[in-house]
């Protein structure tokens, strides 16, 4: 189906400037989906840091987000912030594969051997979407509370795994990742994988509007959709092809800093003008549900102050 044109707000005239280099770049349309995107890619960079709001909670980081586009409307736009954001996280990733598929090896030469290699703890951030649950808890815990991070350029490769089964718990995984409790299992069988992390997970996936539909349908209820940030680009349809601009050299210089910025900061980071603004938005839906007597705005609130 037809993306509906929806009226927007303006984009905010002050970004931080590793954002504004891909703002300014993008075509007006593509302008606020990149922000969104931006958000997993620089959650995951900036792993580290921890956010006090509200109450005084930890938060970090964490961001699901989901773009939504008819068929060529452009959603590999994501290629280009993933590719420089994730470059470093990438070069690691490749570093410790090599480190499991020398272990890998070993195993299958010491398979009759008494004497068997130990198993290296590798740290892999940038994983599948469709990898295993057994696999993805093993990733997590050998990660030590660093994200992880999937991308996927079209959620129907989410809606093929789940017809493989056990989907549900992965989507158990992803609402854990919101707030970073809690999800383990326990089995009795050596060949599975037993343990009980904090989910730290950010995805960026993109979908048209059927398969996005699809995929959250199963999900109405259970939390996801309200812990997931949904961005829409405009139907295309006959249009010219979406030009981005190309990073001057200034640019990259910005960008660089940025990301390295970002991997370096860590610690507790206070937010008082947004914590005023999220304590306004909350008092108005608390008015609205009782003006209107509506538990929808109630259960909005409601799933804020859970994350607080």
């Given at each position: 189906?037809?993306?509906?044109?929806?009226?927007?707000?303006?984009?905010?005239?002050?970004?931080?400037?590793?954002?504004?280099?891909?703002?300014?770049?993008?075509?007006?349309?593509?302008?606020?989906?990149?922000?969104?995107?931006?958000?997993?890619?620089?959650?995951?960079?900036?792993?580290?840091?921890?956010?006090?709001?509200?109450?005084?909670?930890?938060?970090?980081?964490?961001?699901?987000?989901?773009?939504?586009?008819?068929?060529?409307?452009?959603?590999?736009?994501?290629?280009?912030p993933e590719q420089i954001l994730l470059e470093h996280i990438r070069e690691q990733d490749e570093v410790e594969r090599?480190?499991?598929?020398?272990?890998?090896?070993?195993?299958?030469?010491?398979?009759?051997?008494?004497?068997?290699?130990?198993?290296?703890?590798?740290?892999?951030?940038?994983?599948?979407?469709?990898?295993?649950?057994?696999?993805?808890?093993?990733?997590?815990?050998?990660?030590?509370?660093?994200?992880?991070?999937?991308?996927?350029?079209?959620?129907?490769?989410?809606?093929?795994?789940?017809?493989?089964?056990?989907?549900?718990?992965?989507?158990?995984?992803?609402?854990?990742?919101?707030?970073?409790?809690?999800?383990?299992?326990?089995?009795?069988?050596?060949?599975?994988?037993?343990?009980?992390?904090?989910?730290?997970?950010?995805?960026?996936?993109?979908?048209?509007?059927?398969?996005?539909?699809?995929?959250?349908?199963?999900?109405?209820?259970?939390?996801?959709?309200s812990r997931t940030i949904f961005t829409s680009l405009p139907d295309n349809f006959g249009g010219d092809i979406p030009?981005?601009?190309?990073?001057?050299?200034?640019?990259?210089?910005?960008?660089?800093?940025?990301?390295?910025?970002?991997?370096?900061?860590?610690?507790?980071?206070?937010?008082?003008?947004?914590?005023?603004?999220?304590?306004?938005?909350?008092?108005?839906?608390?008015?609205?549900?009782?003006?209107?007597?509506?538990?929808?705005?109630?259960?909005?609130?409601?799933?804020?102050?859970?994350?607080?």
């Amino acid at each position: 189906g037809r993306v509906p044109q929806i009226e927007c707000m303006p984009m905010p005239k002050r970004l931080p400037p590793l954002v504004h280099q891909f703002v300014k770049t993008a075509p007006d349309a593509f302008k606020a989906p990149s922000v969104m995107a931006l958000l997993p890619l620089m959650g995951a960079v900036a792993t580290k840091l921890r956010f006090c709001y509200l109450d005084g909670s930890l938060h970090s980081p964490s961001f699901m987000t989901c773009i939504t586009g008819a068929q060529a409307s452009g959603k590999s736009f994501i290629r280009r912030p993933e590719q420089i954001l994730l470059e470093h996280i990438r070069e690691q990733d490749e570093v410790e594969r090599k480190k499991e598929a020398a272990y890998q090896e070993q195993l299958r030469k010491a398979k009759n051997s008494k004497s068997q290699p130990e198993e290296p703890k590798v740290c892999i951030r940038k994983v599948p979407v469709s990898i295993s649950i057994a696999k993805l808890l093993k990733r997590l815990d050998n990660a030590q509370g660093k994200h992880l991070i999937s991308i996927c350029e079209e959620i129907d490769t989410l809606n093929k795994t789940n017809r493989a089964g056990a989907w549900s718990e992965k989507t158990d995984m992803m609402r854990n990742a919101f707030d970073n409790t809690e999800y383990g299992q326990d089995y009795m069988s050596s060949n599975s994988y037993s343990a009980t992390v904090n989910v730290y997970y950010n995805l960026l996936f993109c979908g048209t509007p059927s398969s996005v539909k699809r995929f959250f349908k199963p999900h109405l209820t259970d939390g996801l959709v309200s812990r997931t940030i949904f961005t829409s680009l405009p139907d295309n349809f006959g249009g010219d092809i979406p030009m981005f601009k190309p990073f001057t050299e200034k640019d990259m210089l910005v960008i660089t800093d940025g990301i390295t910025r970002l991997e370096n900061a860590e610690g507790e980071v206070s937010l008082p003008k947004l914590a005023k603004a999220i304590a306004s938005w909350q008092e108005d839906k608390r008015r609205l549900a009782l003006e209107t007597q509506s538990m929808r705005s109630e259960e909005h609130t409601s799933e804020l102050q859970s994350r607080s």
